[in-house]
Every structure is written in structure tokens, then in C-alpha cells.
């Protein structure tokens, strides 16, 4: 009876013992599983967070590359060449304007009317002359991008010189044709504000 007892104790000791060491060894099976795919897990985000990191460098080096150091002395320059430039834009704009008001006056005789015409149309070959000056006189000291945005206001201006020596014309027959160069001096003060502003968002101000 001892004997087989004995016997039993020694069966279920060893089995217990195989049963040990296979779940043991099970448990490294799937602890190593595990750990593979935590590892291919980990791998990809700090791949995917890389190459994000790679795309934020490149995004920097490439605005930083597209700033333009410039020396302060040089910024001051064109910074008043671009205020003079805008005033006397906005000037030569005001001044069309003003010729060909919406609402035209009347005069008791045409000497009145053509006395009133012509002082208007002194003013703006005056602002035509201070516009063109300022893009003429300043071109070395400012970049060709804002000087090239100047050519809209200078073919229009040249077109509105041209058309004052011509014979006079009825207003309303070419209506039209002043709206068109309304909006038309609009856009050319508009092209010549964005470029400064494009120019002015692109430079590093350096001591």
C-alpha cells in the first residue's frame, strides 16, 4: 500500500514537473510572440515619428533658405523706397479718379469747363511724373519683383497720357472704356502692394 502511494506521489511529481516546464515553456513562446509584435509596433511609430521629423527639417531648411539676410541699412532703404513708391501709386490712382468722376460738374461756359479739365489733367502728368520718377530713380536700390509689378500702373498711365492729346471725346460714349481703366488702375496698385508685401515677408532684418 506504502509502496504504490509512493509510486502514485512519484507519477504525479513528474507530471506535474512536465507540466511545469511546458507552461513555462509555452509562456516564453507567447511572451516572445508578444515582445515581436510590440517590437514591429514600436519600430513603426518611431519610423512614422522619423520621418515626420525628417519632413519638419526640410520644411524649416527650406524657409529658412528662403529668407534673405539683409542689413538693416539696406532694409531702411527700401522700406522708405516702398512707402514713396505706394504714395505716389496711390497718388497717379487718385488722380485718374478724379478726371473722370462718376458724377461730372457742369459750368456756366465751356472757358470755365476746359480751365477746370485741364488743371485736372496738370495733376495727374504731375503724380505720373513723381510715380515715374520714384520707380526710375530708386531701381538699384529695390528688388526687380516690385519693380516689375509697376508695369500694370505705367502701361495705363502712358495710355491716359496718349488719350489727353488726342482730340476730345464724349464722355459717355466711352464709359465703358474709363471703367475698364478704373478697375485697371485698382489691380496695378494691388499687384504693387502684394509684391512688396511678398518682398518684405521674405527678408531677415540683420544688425
Known amino acids: 500500500m506504502v509502496s504504490e502511494l ?119 502728368v504731375e503724380a505720373w511724373e513723381s510715380l515715374r520718377c520714384t520707380i526710375d530713380d530708386n531701381k538699384p536700390f529695390y528688388t526687380e519683383t516690385v519693380h516689375a509689378s509697376c508695369h500694370g500702373i505705367t502701361e495705363l498711365s502712358i495710355d491716359q497720357l496718349i488719350d489727353m492729346m488726342a482730340p476730345e471725346t464724349d464722355f459717355l460714349r466711352r464709359r465703358e472704356e474709363i471703367k475698364r481703366m478704373k478697375e485697371g488702375f485698382v489691380q496695378a496698385v494691388d499687384a504693387i502692394a502684394t509684391a512688396i508685401r511678398v518682398r518684405l515677408n521674405s527678408i531677415t532684418v540683420v544688425e
Not at 511546458?22 to 519600430?43: F, T
Not at 520644411?59 to 532694409?75: I, R
Not at 478724379?98 to 489733367?121: A, D, I, M, S
Open 6 to 124: 509512493l509510486n502514485n506521489l512519484n507519477e504525479n511529481a513528474i507530471a506535474y514537473a512536465i507540466v511545469c516546464a511546458l507552461s513555462a515553456w509555452l509562456g516564453k513562446v507567447w511572451a516572445s510572440r508578444i515582445a515581436r509584435s510590440e517590437d514591429v509596433k514600436l519600430q513603426r511609430e518611431l519610423t512614422q515619428l522619423r520621418d515626420k521629423l525628417e519632413s519638419s527639417q526640410k520644411l524649416l531648411a527650406g524657409e529658412v533658405e528662403k529668407k534673405v539676410h539683409v542689413h538693416k541699412v539696406q532694409f531702411e532703404k527700401e522700406f522708405l523706397i516702398y512707402q514713396e513708391l505706394m504714395r505716389h501709386a496711390n497718388g497717379v490712382r487718385a488722380r485718374f479718379f478724379r478726371l473722370y468722376h462718376t458724377v461730372q460738374p457742369t459750368f456756366p461756359t465751356p472757358e470755365e469747363g476746359n480751365k477746370y479739365y485741364e488743371n485736372l489733367r496738370k495733376g495727374f
